[in-house]
């Protein structure tokens, strides 16, 4: 019991100095400080000039970098001492700067938005921008409304990962009328070009013709692909039609067209996103509740790893990459990292409404990619 006492009170005693340390060389500066050093006034305390506390700390180079990192504050760390003219100076640098900056914003958004002169949407807004920071950030700097912006985001989110997908440098454009309607909008990143075009009275359409929010949610897994397609080879074991060896096939093998389209089965997080070994471009895709999937033979894929997708969100196209005697997709799934054949668990072919018009709407489609050839 001694012992313990007797270390309780060394601890108490050591942090105790070590606190004394800390603190001395404030201890001494404050001491020794006079009047001066602490506010030098006027009567009237028209101007007051206010020392720093510590001279060589307002001249380190770590403040220094603090100061001149943001744009609109001016750099005093060469200023020995704050006097009434220094201080005046400091923030009348500090309010131009802001004031400069005030009116390169209002160029841009001057600049950037344009008046359409003809066609389907003569007299509405346009607006080009690339991407800095985030769309929300950047499109406002260009002057796209708020509420513009939003239903941009609303719209191709099921297309595309706003907070994940965007990167420095990608491109977007914008057509809005005076309602603030969204009568065009496109997101062009190094992966992926996806649009939204509003269509007459029937609503806003993707560049596939699907029609944006009509996807029924079901808790089901969605087929990866739409329209003509035939299992080639089911799960289970087979002879591989290059090796020819009989050995165990992971997962089921739908045989399309090079090009088609192939979507996330379930929401999810894209793990991979490469040439993997004999699958050459693959990608794997983390579910909840231990489920995985994963797609080989791609010709193209449109994620990268890290990437938030959607049910029936384009991930590739399907193509003859890696060890493959043809053009299909390989689908695997998977449950607590052990493989399971896909057809056994319920997959649900999405219902969406489509466009009524393809005639129509593919020359809507081709109007609204020259837009810039049609603004004043």
């Not at 062009?188 to 269509?199: D, E, G, L, S, W």
């Not at 020819?244 to 089965?265: C, E, L, N, Q, S």
């Not at 004999?278 to 894929?301: E, F, N, P, Q, T």
Request: proline content about 3%; aromatic content about 12%; hydrophobic content about 35%.
């Amino acid at each position: 019991m001694e012992s313990f006492v007797s270390s309780k009170w060394a601890r108490l005693f050591a942090g105790a100095s070590l606190l004394c340390l800390a603190y001395a060389p404030v201890a001494i500066d404050f001491f020794n400080m006079t009047d001066e050093d602490i506010v030098a006034s006027n009567s009237d305390f028209d101007e007051i000039s206010i020392k720093p506390f510590t001279p060589n700390i307002e001249r380190s180079s770590l403040m220094s970098h603090w100061i001149g990192s943001d744009p609109l504050s001016p750099s005093f760390s060469d200023t020995k001492d704050l006097s009434p003219n220094a201080a005046s100076n400091f923030f009348s640098d500090f309010q131009s700067r802001v004031a400069n900056l005030d009116s390169s914003q209002e160029k841009l958004r001057e600049n950037a938005i344009k008046t359409i002169s003809s066609g389907a949407f003569k007299g509405s807004k346009f607006v080009q921008g690339v991407i800095k920071s985030n769309f929300y950030v950047d499109a406002k700097k260009y002057g796209v409304p708020v509420a513009v912006i939003d239903g941009v985001i609303r719209g191709l989110s099921r297309k595309i990962d706003f907070r994940r997908s965007l990167k420095k440098d990608d491109k977007f454009e914008v057509a809005f009328n005076d309602k603030k309607e969204i009568l065009y909008s496109r997101i062009t990143t190094k992966h992926q070009n996806v649009a939204m075009y509003k269509f007459g009275k029937e609503g806003h359409f993707f560049e596939n013709g699907e029609k944006v929010g009509s996807l029924k949610k079901s808790n089901a897994f969605g087929l990866p692909l739409r329209g003509a397609y035939r299992i080639s080879s089911r799960y289970g074991y087979r002879r591989h039609p290059i090796t020819g060896r009989y050995k165990h096939h992971a997962g089921v093998d739908f045989a399309a067209r090079y090009g088609t389209p192939i979507y996330a089965i379930f929401d999810g997080v894209v793990t991979r996103a490469a040439n993997y070994s004999g699958y050459g471009k693959c990608v794997d895709i983390k579910h909840a509740s231990g489920y995985s999937s994963r797609y080989g033979h791609l010709s193209r894929i449109f994620v990268s790893p890290g990437t938030w997708v959607k049910k029936g969100q384009r991930i590739g196209s399907v193509g003859s990459s890696g060890f493959s005697t043809g053009s299909h997709l390989h689908l695997e799934l998977a449950k607590n990292s052990k493989t399971m054949n896909p057809l056994s668990v319920k997959m649900m072919p999405e219902k969406v409404e489509r466009v009524s018009n393809n005639r129509k709407f593919n020359a809507l489609k081709k109007y609204s990619s020259k837009l810039a050839l049609f603004v004043s």
